[in-house]
C-alpha cells in the first residue's frame, strides 16, 4: 500500500515545498475555519452519514448565514471511504468540496475536506506512525493530519517525535502549520480535572497501558506526548491574540451519547488543533479550539468534532500548482 501511495505521489510531482515555488497571495482579513472530526469508524450508515455531511456543510463551511470565507475539516477514522458507495454517499451530500483520502494499514484512514484545493505533500503510512501522518497543504497553509495510536504512549512519543522532526523543518522554511487530529494522550493543561483517573484507570489493564507510566514504583499520568508537540506547537484551546487562558473544563471530547469505546471511560480531551509560530505570527486573532456539542453531534460519533476560527492580516504564501483533489 505504502509503495502505490509514494509512486502516485511521485507521478503527481508531489513533495516537500521549495522557497522558489512559493507565490504571494493577499488575503488580508481572511477567516478560516478549521475542524477536526474523528467520526467513528467510517460515519456509520447511508442515514448517518447524510446527517454527518449536513452538519458539516451548515458548521465547518463558508454559507451566506456566516462570516467565513473558507473551511477546511480534517478527519479520522474514514473506515470504508476506500470502498466507492461510502465516500460517493458522504461527498454526494456535501458538494463543491475538495477531498483528500489516505487509506492506512489499520483500515482506520485519514481524509480532508476543502473548499479551495487541496495540494497534498506527503502521505506517510509506515512506522513509527500506527495510522499514518497526512501532510497538505490549502491556500499556503500547511496541515498535518493524525491519528495517535490508541495502544500505550511511548509508542504515541514517538510519533510525536516523528511530528516535531517535520515541523521543525517546515518552520525553518517559514511554512505556517496546523497539526489537527485525534492525539489519543492527555495534556498537561487539562490536569486539574484529572484527579480522579489514576485510580480508575489502575482498575483497567488497557486504559492504565494507553495513559499511565510508571516511575520509582509510583503510577502517573503520562502528558509527555503533549508536552512534546508543545515544545513547536502553540495547544489552540489557548487562542491566538485572545487574552487569558480557557478554561478546561468544557474541553472534553469525549464520550459523547455514543458510548461504545471502553478506553472514553471519562470525560477526556483527546483531539486537537496546534498551530506553529509561523502561522501565529500571520494571525489577527484565533478563536479558542473547543468542541461543538449539540444535538447532532452527541449522536453523529464518539469523539465531538473541535474548530476554531483564524483570521489573518497578512499575505499568506500559497502554491497550488501541483493541486491534488477531486472535486464534485
Same mark, same amino acid.
Given at each position: ?46 442515514? @448517518?452519514?447524510? #446527517? ?14 456566516? %462570516? ?36 492506512? #494499514? ?7 475536506? %476543502? ?93 492504565? @497501558? ?58 477526556? @480531551? ?54 491534488? %483533489?477531486?472535486?464534485?
Amino acid at each position: 500500500m505504502f509503495g502505490l501511495i509514494m509512486l502516485v505521489a511521485s507521478l503527481l510531482g508531489l513533495g516537500e515545498v521549495q522557497g522558489s515555488q512559493i507565490d504571494q497571495q493577499c488575503v488580508k482579513g481572511h477567516v478560516m475555519k478549521v475542524t477536526t472530526y474523528n467520526i467513528f469508524e467510517g460515519g456509520g450508515d447511508k442515514e @448517518r452519514l447524510e #446527517r454527518l455531511a449536513s452538519w458539516m456543510v451548515q458548521n465547518c463551511f463558508s454559507t451566506d448565514n456566516n %462570516s467565513i470565507d473558507l473551511g477546511v475539516v480534517a478527519m479520522n477514522e474514514c473506515n470504508g471511504w476506500d470502498t466507492e458507495w461510502r465516500l460517493n454517499h458522504f461527498l454526494g451530500h456535501c458538494r463543491n468540496i475538495h477531498h483528500v483520502l489516505m487509506p492506512c #494499514r489499520t483500515g482506520y484512514h485519514i481524509g480532508f475536506l %476543502s473548499q479551495k484545493p487541496i495540494r497534498v505533500v506527503s502521505m506517510i503510512t509506515e512506522e513509527p506512525f500506527h495510522h499514518g501522518l497526512l501532510h497538505v497543504e490549502v491556500e499556503g497553509i500547511h496541515f498535518l493530519v493524525c491519528h495517535l495510536s490508541p495502544r500505550d504512549s511511548l509508542t504515541r512519543l514517538k510519533e510525536c517525535e516523528e511530528i516535531i522532526r517535520i515541523a521543525r523543518g517546515l518552520s525553518e522554511d517559514g511554512v505556517p502549520l496546523v497539526l489537527l487530529g485525534d492525539l489519543n494522550s492527555l495534556s498537561p493543561r487539562d490536569a486539574q480535572h484529572h484527579g480522579e483517573l489514576v485510580q480508575r484507570f489502575r482498575g483497567d489493564q488497557r486504559l492504565a @497501558r494507553k495513559f499511565l507510566r510508571v516511575a520509582n514504583g509510583t503510577e502517573f499520568l503520562d502528558y509527555r506526548p503533549i508536552e512534546l508537540l508543545e515544545s513547536s506547537f502553540t495547544d489552540m484551546y489557548l487562542g491566538v491574540g485572545a487574552g487569558e487562558e480557557s478554561d478546561c473544563s468544557e474541553q472534553a471530547t469525549v464520550p459523547t451519547r455514543i458510548y461504545t469505546d471502553d478506553m472514553h471511560a471519562a470525560k477526556m @480531551r483527546l483531539d486537537y488543533i496546534l498551530v506553529n509560530s509561523i502561522l501565529s505570527s500571520k494571525t489577527l486573532h484565533a478563536s479558542k479550539a473547543a468542541p461543538v456539542r449539540d444535538s447532532e453531534t452527541d449522536l453523529l460519533s464518539d469523539h465531538y468534532p473541535v474548530s476554531c476560527t483564524l483570521t489573518f492580516h497578512r499575505p499568506l504564501e500559497t502554491t497550488m500548482s501541483n493541486a491534488c %483533489s477531486v472535486k464534485v
